[in-house]
């Protein structure tokens, strides 16, 4: 199992000033944390609650429809492109950066083992669109559109714009080439899909986009990869069967919530810095910038008082940021908890060559880059120290699927206990739904004609 290591925000390591008396608070908070604990597993059936993917481990009958479809497709497709945006796309990134093998796309298909390709389009930038779709053999893509609502503005203008090429190229064959995420019911997408005779996947009701990384979402594409689901299933589910214990002294997820929102409210360190020392985990760091920002920043509370609390999370990698944000995190504001990601065992050793024995770097031969990547994170966590800056570590034996769902599935339910804490829904996302609204009316959405004149004086007066 994974492991949290909070002794960096002990208030014996790094002074009263900065630092946390830990069994007392834990002792303080026990009762809250335990009820904060129940709550969540009694609702977690609920409808309307947002918390069904506290389900996803136990849905059988999911994995069983991806791993059946991705068997069919076996070796018919060169290329998988992921059409999505925030939740729809971050995970997969994630995940499939951390398990397949460094360079994945640039391997030959025999170093893949069959597997094909795999590209996210997470963004509407259109060199970004034209510089892929130069390259790709479209008629070899096997194309997942991913949009829970169905009418994601920035997804859906990538389909049109996708399927009017591939119909081109296939005429009729291009809907083989097609494969639809979305809700089991409702949507555009789902309307289209239907008209269209694509093959769907659904994204079940009350899993938000930040919290889908278990649903079709991120297996499907994990699956046509070569990526084992079943191993995340089972991590998962070991995990979720830790995390149900209510005894804070007992359950990482719930302690590294409460030394969160501890140091935000009593020390003013609402920072949250994600920082793993491997860089296949660096995207962990993107998608857990989502979690965090988009299910704790709200500006009232469940008692509807306006409040406007929410930690910022921030992304370094281990050891690159040692030379780019790290003077600001040991010498500037006081203000952030550093969260180090470590990994036990690499996949691979590599040694460092013998070599200039006789200059000020032959100190570094014989040693590897395993041992130089552990005395970074280990330099770096003295040196915050040295600075009263308080630190927390997850530690991963090794990086694999049921590691890397057990840390996912972790921070989950960490963001859950946080949102208790802090007193906001941590399930909704309004002012992105403001954001979206405001989109359809000046791309000319009918139905928004008054709020695009609305917006148009509004950016006039800037």
């Known amino acids: 199992m994974i492991e949290l290591d909070i002794r960096g925000v002990s208030k014996d390591i790094i002074g009263n000033e900065n630092g946390l008396n830990i069994s007392e608070e834990f002792e303080l908070y026990r009762d809250k944390i335990a009820g904060i604990i129940t709550d969540l597993y009694k609702k977690k059936d609920t409808e309307g609650e947002g918390l069904q993917w506290m389900n996803l481990g136990y849905s059988e009958e999911t994995s069983w429809y991806v791993k059946e479809y991705a068997a069919l497709v076996e070796n018919r497709f060169d290329n998988i492109l992921i059409l999505g945006i925030g939740g729809s796309a971050l995970g997969g990134i994630a995940v499939t950066h951390a398990l397949l093998r460094p360079y994945w796309n640039m391997l030959s298909k025999d170093e893949r083992n069959g597997f094909p390709r795999i590209f996210f389009l997470d963004n509407v930038d259109p060199d970004q669109i034209n510089g892929l779709l130069n390259i790709l053999d479209l008629k070899k893509t096997l194309v997942n559109v991913i949009t829970k609502s169905g009418d994601t503005t920035e997804t859906m203008a990538q389909y049109m714009i996708i399927k009017d090429r591939l ?9 083989k080439n097609i494969i639809v995420t979305t809700d089991k019911k409702t949507g555009i997408l789902r309307q289209i899909s239907e008209q269209e005779g694509y093959k769907t996947f659904v994204v079940p009701d009350d899993v938000g986009g930040r919290f889908s990384v278990f649903t079709a979402v991120g297996l499907l594409p994990f699956a046509l990869v070569g990526i084992n689901i079943d191993e995340i299933i089972k991590g998962i589910k070991d995990m979720d069967n830790a995390l149900q214990n209510p005894n804070i002294c007992e359950n990482i997820a719930a302690q590294n919530a409460l030394i969160h929102y501890l140091l935000d409210k009593n020390f003013g360190k609402n920072i949250t810095v994600m920082m793993p020392y491997s860089d296949r985990l660096k995207y962990i760091a993107d998608w857990f910038i989502q979690l965090w920002a988009e299910s704790l920043g709200k500006k009232s509370t469940l008692g509807e008082n306006t ?10 990698v281990g050891a690159t940021d040692q030379h780019s944000q790290m003077q600001l995190f040991y010498e500037g ?5 550093i969260n180090f990601i470590r990994v036990g065992e690499f996949d691979t050793t590599l040694e460092i060559p013998q ?4 200059t000020g770097i032959g100190y570094l031969g014989g040693k590897t880059m395993n041992e130089l990547m552990n005395a970074e994170a280990d330099s770096t966590l003295a040196s915050l120290i040295d600075y009263s800056r308080p630190t927390v570590t997850v530690k991963i034996p090794k990086i694999d699927g049921y590691h890397i769902a057990q840390l996912l599935y972790m921070l989950e339910i960490q963001t859950a206990i946080a949102g208790a804490l802090y007193g906001v829904n941590a399930f909704n996302q309004p002012s992105v739904e403001q954001t979206r609204n405001y989109t359809y009316a000046l791309m000319g959405r009918v139905g928004y004609e008054e709020s695009a004149k609305a917006i148009q004086n509004k950016l006039l007066s800037v």
């Open 167 to 175: 119909q081109k190229e296939l005429d009729d064959d291009y809907r």
């Open 307 to 316: 409040i406007s609390v929410g930690p910022t999370p921030l992304k370094a």
């Open 333 to 337: 504001p006081n203000n952030k908890i």
């Open 355 to 358: 070599v200039f024995q006789y």
